[in-house]
T-cell receptor
Framework: DSGVTQTPKHLITATGQRVTLRCSPRSGDLSVYWYQQSLDQGLQFLIHYYNGEERAKGNILERFSAQQFPDLHSELNLSSLELGDSALYFC??????????FGPGTRLTVL | AQTVTQSQPEMSVQEAETVTLSCTYDTSESNYYLFWYKQPPSRQMILVIRQEAYKQQNATENRFSVNFQKAAKSFSLKISDSQLGDTAMYFCAFIRINNDMRFGAGTRLTVKP
């Protein structure tokens, strides 16, 4: 158990819908990272927040947005969902750049 | 651009033997970190080992060790005394200061009894 929690574990929705994925970092970790892992592919970095501020942006679509709240939990919002958005979405947290701890992931299925 | 290349999509090894997974990366930076992550069938991402670029000494963690060749931009993972529980996807990853983590495409390792 990494100490990072993600909810929900599984999410099934239809094209065109909007969903919110939630991540609670390990106690004391100020950084939260979001990654997308499509089927049989490596991980793609989406976005990084540090203490509520956006620090880096990767290959995140305009339909996707994220935020980190004062209690340090983070949410990833995915809208106008397409079939290709089906993936495993990971959240990771860290207090130091060189040690990211990953949550169990949220599996999103878009039908 | 920073890229991470894992040239071995699949590998297999007999239990108790040693296997080496390859990784090369491309960067113009001098200060960065390299990682190997393991992803078993449960899909959980587990940190196996990490290496700071400014350290010449190769990192080791029990049965796992790396061969870090900074000039060649190579970062291979050696697994000694392979165990059935080592069966997983292994991802090489790279991160530099104030930047995103880049992952390789992964190597699927199967440990055979």
């Amino acid at each position: 158990d990494s100490g990072v929690t993600q909810t929900p574990k599984h999410l099934i929705t239809a094209t065109g819908q909007r969903v919110t994925l939630r991540c609670s970092p390990r106690s004391g970790d100020l950084s939260v990272y979001w990654y997308q892992q499509s089927l049989d592919q490596g991980l793609q970095f989406l976005i990084h927040y540090y203490n509520g501020e956006e620090r880096a942006k990767g290959n995140i679509l305009e339909r996707f947005s994220a935020q980190q709240f004062p209690d340090l939990h983070s949410e990833l919002n995915l809208s106008s969902l397409e079939l290709g958005d089906s993936a495993l979405y990971f959240c990771a947290s860290s207090v130091q750049l060189d040690k990211q701890f990953f949550g169990p992931g949220t599996r999103l299925t878009v039908l | 651009a920073q890229t991470v290349t894992q040239s071995q999509p699949e590998m297999s090894v007999q239990e108790a033997e040693t296997v080496t997974l390859s990784c090369t990366y491309d960067t113009s930076e001098s200060n960065y970190y390299l990682f190997w992550y393991k992803q078993p069938p449960s899909r959980q991402m587990i940190l196996v080992i990490r290496q700071e670029a400014y350290k010449q000494q190769n990192a080791t963690e029990n049965r796992f060790s790396v061969n870090f060749q900074k000039a060649a931009k190579s970062f291979s993972l050696k697994i000694s005394d392979s165990q059935l529980g080592d069966t997983a996807m292994y991802f090489c990853a790279f991160i530099r200061i104030n930047n995103d983590m880049r992952f390789g495409a992964g190597t699927r390792l199967t440990v055979k009894p």
